[in-house]
């Protein structure tokens, strides 16, 4: 593929006489919007002429950004507090992307693919390629910013919250399964709250270190970090607190309607189940 | 007691299981059934500074090690329960969670003894068999520890690297376990003579998400006498 697309952005010149991981270079901001399959911000990148004396053509690929919250760090505290999150966004979210980029730099084969297409091509079907942890981290770690909000936590309304009801059979159900799952996940994982679309139904479930449910074609809804370094600075080894500070003051039910109501337009939820004769 | 060789056949774990680690280690008899408790450590919190923070060894012996124990002794009564009802679908699905705390009790068990204060030799390397050993098999000290840093770096989630020894073909051998996966999961004949935690818990309040630093700095305490000890037992 190989193919060079430009998104034009106020930041774009910078981009160009700038090294390839400038640090103060933010990704282009979006509007704040649930996690839609567009491009992050994949820009091509001409090596820098100005070292390169030699004649040879200048080196075209592909890469990925990394995308800011859509709040401020210092906005989830105290409940997620600016220091976990410059560590957690700005050190491990921060180093998978640059770790994608790099394992892109070696060759084209996996260049023009939004974010969602690279986990699920990467994946490969349960044989991951070496790609998959960095690629799987980018976008978990995206979807868990967006899942969180300042004020956020109390109670789904409307379609989300009907969906819940009927089926876990309450709220109440749901957040203790939600919060079991975290509490007996072993090792790093993370917790969902997925739309399954076979089933066509919601679901709680747990993975392990980078795997996500895009792959298995579910649409996840809610996601909740349980490696360690999500919870350590502010919580040490007390889980139980972290999970039930995060479903009554971080969650973002308005980011799950959000994400519900796009997930209608690839399962239908209303339709009655008619029987096969 | 007729239990206990069911009970390790059941869970393969014959030598891990009834092989008491350490006499400080204290067995507690209940219905039969052997109950585990937290061993303590032969150093103070502090002692292992600055390689390893006070407040880390803390947590992670009284906090993380003691429920790793606590679960595994739920676990076990719950099996116990099981096996006597013959509920052979709750024994299996007892399974994972055997295998998580009870490995999470074996390998830190392990860990405390493989760690010790400057001022007790830590950081020396092992004179005598261990220390010719390891020469011959990966050349010197530093291209082992380079090995061990390395795995231990590269390990993608939670788990831990091993120094371990082929007890049959009497080779020395580095590898991998996730989660609290104990090395005999790898090699039902591997002796673990050094492991290290590479959990985030274990480093993660002074090193940040800076592993390699943790692998680099740990060596300093580390402790080969014991390590030696292993070894000359398995291969006198």
Not at chain 1, 89 to 104: A, I
Request: contains cysteine; aromatic residues 12%; charged residues 20%.
């Amino acid at each position: 593929m190989g193919s060079c697309c430009y998104i034009p952005s106020p930041s774009s010149s910078h981009l160009l006489a700038t090294d390839f991981f400038s640090w103060g270079f933010k990704s282009s901001k979006l509007p704040f919007l649930p996690m839609l399959p567009n491009f992050l911000s994949t820009h091509c990148k001409q090596q820098n002429r100005r070292f390169d004396r030699s004649q040879r053509a200048s080196k075209i690929c592909g890469y990925y950004g990394l995308r800011t919250p859509p709040y401020k760090l210092d906005a989830l505290e105290p409940y997620m507090s600016l220091k976990t999150l410059e560590m957690h966004w700005g050190g491990h979210h921060r180093n998978y992307v640059e770790g994608l980029n790099k394992q892109l730099e070696k060759n084209d084969i996996l260049y023009g693919f939004t974010m969602d297409e690279l986990v699920k091509v990467t994946y490969n079907n349960g044989n991951p390629l070496p790609e998959f942890n960095n690629a799987a981290q980018v976008w978990n770690h995206d979807f868990f910013w967006e899942s969180m909000q300042p004020g956020g936590g109390d109670m789904p309304k409307l379609g989300v919250l009907q969906q819940i009801e009927k089926d876990f059979g309450s709220f109440t159900n749901f957040r203790e399964k939600f919060v079991e799952a975290a509490l007996t996940l072993f090792g790093s994982g993370w917790v969902w709250l997925v739309l399954k679309k076979e089933e066509r139904r919601l679901a709680v479930i747990k993975t392990s270190n980078s795997t996500c449910p895009l792959v298995w074609d579910d649409i996840p809804i809610i996601s909740l970090d349980m490696w360690e370094h999500a919870y350590y600075p502010d919580y040490k080894n007390d889980k139980g607190k972290y999970v039930n500070v995060f479903m009554n003051h971080l969650v973002s039910w308005n980011v799950a309607m959000a994400r519900m109501a796009r997930a209608e337009a690839f399962v239908n939820l209303g339709e009655p189940k008619i029987p096969i004769a | 007691m007729a239990f206990r060789p069911l009970l390790s056949r059941t869970l393969g774990l014959t030598q891990t299981l009834t092989h008491s680690h350490s006499h400080s280690h204290t067995l507690t008899q209940l219905r039969g059934l052997q109950t585990f408790s937290l061993p303590d450590l032969s150093y103070d919190y502090g002692a292992l500074e600055p390689a390893i923070s006070g407040e880390i060894m803390q947590l992670h012996h009284q906090k993380h090690h003691q429920a790793y124990i606590t679960n595994y002794n739920k676990a076990l009564e719950q099996l116990q329960d099981a096996v006597a009802k013959g509920d052979s679908s709750s024994v299996v699905k007892l399974q994972s969670a055997i295998k998580f705390n009870g490995g999470g009790h074996i390998n830190h068990s392990i860990f405390w003894k493989n760690l010790t204060p400057v001022s007790e030799g830590g950081g020396e390397p092992p004179h005598g068999s261990l220390g010719w050993a390891i020469d011959t098999h990966f050349g010197s000290m530093e291209a082992l520890v380079q090995k061990i840093s390395a795995e231990g770096a590269a390990l993608q989630g939670s788990g831990w690297v091993w120094l371990g020894l082929d007890k049959d073909s009497k080779k020395l051998v580095v590898d991998t376990t996730t989660n609290q996966d104990p090395l005999v999961t790898k090699g039902a004949n591997l002796v673990p003579l050094l492991g290290i935690d590479v959990w985030e818990h274990a480093y993660y309040l002074q090193y940040k998400n800076v592993r390699p630093d943790y692998l680099k700095n740990i060596w300093k305490v580390i402790n080969w006498k014991y390590a030696s000890q292993v070894y000359e037992k398995e291969c006198p």
